[in-house]
DNA sequence: GCGCGGCAAATGTGATCACAAATGCATATG
DNA sequence: CATATGCATTTGTGATCACATTTGCCGCGC
């Protein structure tokens, strides 16, 4: 087995998973996008057998789906199904936020208004991947301190399967502000605001659902 | 490829990973119990492709963990991890049995008690899988009529993880009784009383985890 | 008796090949 | 011009092989 660099030995499967889970997650592809395994075996210069464990660990956490004749693509989510998708999230992550509350210390409320300031910067330049990536990151950074593995795990599967969705959303929303929870957010961290803390994450979350309801 | 008998087209793949998923949340398997490509290739007379597949897939998951020289083992895990997926499974479960209630009609709470009564049989033999599978079954067919596959996918996967810890901490339960809770939840169904069936679910879903705390 | 070294077996990984099914495009046909 | 037919291409699947690493067991030496 072909060693990489030095450090960090990792396996080419799981090297291309990563990468994969990364374009899905942050919005790279659109939804409905096809990828086949020697498309991807190409590109990154291995046989079919790494990308096929890869394919098939994504299309496990449903970050792909499967046609019946076994071509894999990003899934195409019903209105219905985002709904669900956006209730989830609530739900977990307003866990998650009320179990980092009493670990939130300065430092972190810093580091969360910095990453805030990137979101801006993205919004202003209407760069929807950006925008996904350092939203995602902000959910991440506060929920680390949950110290709750399994939690912000599933949690990440379900950013998975609205990545590509939430692109192809993005450009219908029309963004103009910095994110407005977000503050709401940081306010009720500051002042270990609890029940302020969950219903500015249920707000942050189901935010952008309105226009599919209306 | 190998067409199986004339109806049901399963990937020999697909067929592996049902196989497998079933043994582990049901709790065939003890916590930490070796699984190797070569010995399940053997056992379902395939190649080690498919079998490779399954594994990784059920890996993803976190039916299965892989230790750092890549071996596959069911999951050992500690009490933090458990209390966190019990904290997992109530959240969801709650969300699930809700969304089940206005649509739970008397045929679902007939079909409940059916499988309640299987329950008893299992808890009186001391069959630990049986007792499992059927006290999912219960859940399942309760949830099933949320009509939210996204959460039920997931609260699946919680179960996945939780099965061979689950087998474990049976033989320390030294069950005798029924499901208590299992009646609450059914006068809950019955009466239309949705506090009253959060609260049920809730207790029955972290059932179990006193004797952990204590 | 106990620990250590070394070798054989076991194990996961990735490449390659053959195969069947699905896809898609070009051509023929009404 | 639209629809159907047929064939070449694409695509996923599974088997097999070579290889590196890890595991584990046996025997040697202290």
């Known amino acids: 087995m072909a060693e990489k660099l030095q450090d960090s030995y990792l396996a080419a499967h799981d090297q291309l998973y990563r990468t ?5 997650m942050y919005g790279e592809m659109r939804p409905g996008q096809a990828i086949t395994l020697r498309g991807v075996a190409e ?8 990308v096929r464990e890869a394919l098939k660990r ?17 899934p195409v989510l019903t209105n219905d199904r985002i ?18 509350l009493p670990r939130a210390h300065m430092a972190l409320v810093e580091r969360l208004q910095t990453i805030n300031n990137a979101i801006s910067v993205a ?10 990536r ?12 949950a110290q709750a593995p399994a939690m912000l795990a599933t949690v990440e599967t379900v950013w998975l399967q609205m990545g590509p969705t939430m692109r192809a959303l993005y450009g219908r929303l029309q963004r103009k502000d910095p994110p407005m929870h977000h503050r709401l957010i940081l306010a009720a961290l500051k002042a270990g605001d ?19 309801a209306g």
């Open 194 to 212: 609890e029940p302020g803390l969950r219903v500015a994450v249920r707000a942050d979350v189901t935010q952008g659902l309105r226009m599919l």
């Open 123 to 132: 919004v202003a330049k209407a760069d929807a991947v950006t925008y996904i």
């Open 20 to 24: 994969l889970r990364m374009r899905i």
């Open 43 to 50: 590109e990154f210069g291995v046989s079919v057998t790494p």
């Open 134 to 145: 350092t939203n995602l990151e902000f959910h991440r950074t506060l929920y680390l301190r």
């Open 58 to 74: 994504l299309a496990a956490e449903g970050a792909l789906s499967i046609s019946v004749s076994g071509r894999f693509q990003t």
């Open 83 to 100: 709904e669900e998708l956006a209730a989830l999230r609530a739900l977990i992550e307003v866990e998650l936020a009320t179990r980092a």
